[in-house]
């Protein structure tokens, strides 16, 4: 946990030096990632194509990752390429230099694209052919995905604000803006739209729920309250994106508790203990978590109790984990893609996909996996089947019932 902070923390400027936490100072890391044990796999991955796409994000934390719409694969780097692919085949059918540092995005309807820079500037371009419609600027860097919802383009900038931006024009129609504390996580929360609202996830533990025809909160709750006698223990920031199922919003603070929270009301239904930010998901009445220490959970939706919990791929820097089929999928710091099985959190297989991390969450479509590296390449995988007969450990058994 500790050696991730380096490359996540935010220090705003009311503090003055970094160095009273002891661990920044130290040439290695306190918690070095968990040596890869050797597999015999149970499971066949194919690689139906590799290729490089853009320069990644040099070594930076972003949130650029793959999107899918009408039949194409869009993609960004952190050097101003956006890119849209063939998901059959990789084959490049549009590109396009933007000159921006881009670093979230991009979002997309289908019809047109939109993605956010480290500069503040927000651009919209057209799914079609790449083709610019406008740029807008806005008052802070943008470290989540745009999402595009009833004519609006919704902006959630790392200062732990969200913008309303009209979608045809890039003109401001309103903003949402809460003091972040202190200390905070790199990293913002995306928006997530339900019906006529979208719902963020901010510092401090705060989720919001914003009007999208005015920007007016529907209702504010602290998910996972602030606790700890340093600012760096009282680091409670909900960056995972929080996921709608149904009346409910799922959602993961560091530092803090996995909760469901009711989507009409905002009140919280139950909460359980459990640091994250990498992310979550859902499918088919499950919770699938990468906590803080880069253990993967499956939790009841229910009250989130755990199902299994697998613990040998700790603080090896895992992505958030993507569902596909009956498999999950997680990335990590060296390349590789990890496979999950869902009923009981086995490692089944693994696949290198790069010498970079894999720090966006891998795209599930089709019964296909799309892995966007930090180095730029991204691969379209293929998984077989998980295998139903009774079968010896592969790696790394998942914890039942924790």
């Known amino acids: 946990m500790y050696g991730r902070l380096l490359a996540l923390l935010l220090i705003t400027p009311l503090l003055a030096s970094c160095s009273y936490i002891p661990w920044l100072n130290r040439e290695e890391d306190p918690r070095p990632p968990t040596p890869l044990a050797e597999l015999v796999p149970s499971l066949t991955v ?27 694969l869009f993609i960004a780097d952190g050097h101003g390429r956006v890119m849209t692919l063939s998901p059959s085949d990789g084959r490049t059918l549009w590109e396009r230099e933007t000159g921006l540092n881009l670093s979230g995005g991009p979002g997309t309807e289908g019809t047109r694209l939109v993605l956010g820079s480290t500069g503040g500037e927000i651009i919209a371009l057209a799914a079609a052919d790449g083709a610019e419609l406008w740029r807008a600027p806005i008052a802070g ?3 989540s995905v745009p999402r595009i ?8 900038t790392l200062d732990d604000s969200v913008y309303g931006l009209d979608l045809a024009t890039g003109a401001e129609r309103w903003r949402y803006s809460y003091p972040p504390p202190v200390l905070t996580l790199r990293g913002s929360s995306s928006p997530a739209i339900v019906g006529g ?18 920007g007016v909160p529907l209702w504010e709750v602290t998910v996972s309250p602030p606790s700890g006698r340093s600012e760096l223990e009282r680091i409670a920031d909900i960056d995972a994106d929080p996921i709608v199922v ?6 993961a603070a560091y530092n803090g508790d996995l909760a469901a929270v009711e989507v009409a009301s905002g009140s919280v239904l139950w909460r359980r203990t459990l640091s994250a930010h990498a992310g979550l998901t859902a499918a088919q009445d499950v919770l699938y978590v990468t906590d803080a220490d880069d253990q993967v959970w499956a939790a009841q939706p229910t009250d989130g109790a755990g199902i299994w919990k697998q613990e040998q791929l700790r603080w090896r820097r895992l992505s958030a984990p993507a569902v596909i089929g009956d498999l999950v999928a997680v990335g990590d710091l060296e390349g590789y893609v990890h496979w999950l099985d869902r009923r009981d959190g086995r490692i089944l297989a693994r696949t290198r996909v790069g010498k970079g991390p894999i720090r966006a969450q891998p795209l599930a479509a089709d019964g296909r996996l799309y892995v966007l590296g930090d180095d730029g390449t991204l691969a379209a995988l293929s998984p077989g089947v998980a295998p139903t007969a009774p079968r010896p450990p592969a790696e790394g058994p998942g914890v039942a019932n924790p």
């Open 149 to 156: 919802a009833d004519e609006l383009v919704l902006v959630h």
């Open 246 to 251: 149904g009346d409910t919003v799922f959602v």
């Open 46 to 72: 194919t690689s139906l194509w590799s290729r490089e796409a853009g320069k990644g994000t040099a070594g930076r934390q972003l949130a650029l990752a793959p999107a899918l719409a009408g039949g194409r």
């Open 141 to 143: 860097e943008v470290l």
């Open 197 to 214: 609202s979208a719902i963020v996830g901010l510092s401090a533990g705060r989720l919001v729920n914003l009007e999208l025809a005015s």
